[in-house]
């Protein structure tokens, strides 16, 4: 069964960075793609980032592309998102998720979710 289990978040002044992990388990990545996506109470679920698992190509929300670096560690199978010059609209309950192939609006997996506050 696979599982995505989310950490780092936090509460962090704007302008700040911090480190989002997601760890992966229940079966081998390889022709999967993973990805970051955060939601604000009672607004929908948006999509942030994704990484193509065995290629390593990426890909951004424009709304944090030049701030936001997603990565991954093939050899402990985790997902990581660096997020740098934070703002307080990055403010949100983060997601890390997975589907087979192409990370789509509605993957297959997702992980319970990591609050991110930036204050202003």
């Known amino acids: 069964q696979v599982q995505l289990v989310e950490s780092g978040g936090g509460l962090v002044q704007a302008g700040g960075s911090l480190r989002l992990s997601c760890a992966a388990s229940?079966?081998?990545?390889?022709?999967?793609?993973m990805g970051w996506f955060r939601q604000v109470p009672g607004k929908e679920r948006e999509f942030v980032a994704r990484i193509t698992w065995g290629s390593g190509s990426t890909s951004y929300a424009d709304s944090v592309k030049g701030r936001f670096t997603i990565s991954r560690d093939i050899a402990t199978n985790t997902l990581y998102l660096l997020m740098d010059s934070l703002k307080p609209e990055d403010t949100a309950i983060y997601f890390c998720?997975?589907?087979?192939?192409?990370?789509?609006?509605?993957?297959?997996?997702w992980g319970q979710g990591t609050q991110v506050t930036v204050s202003s």
């Open positions: 229940g079966r081998t990545f390889s022709n999967y793609a």
């Open positions: 998720a997975a589907n087979y192939l192409i990370l789509t609006a509605t993957p297959q997996y």
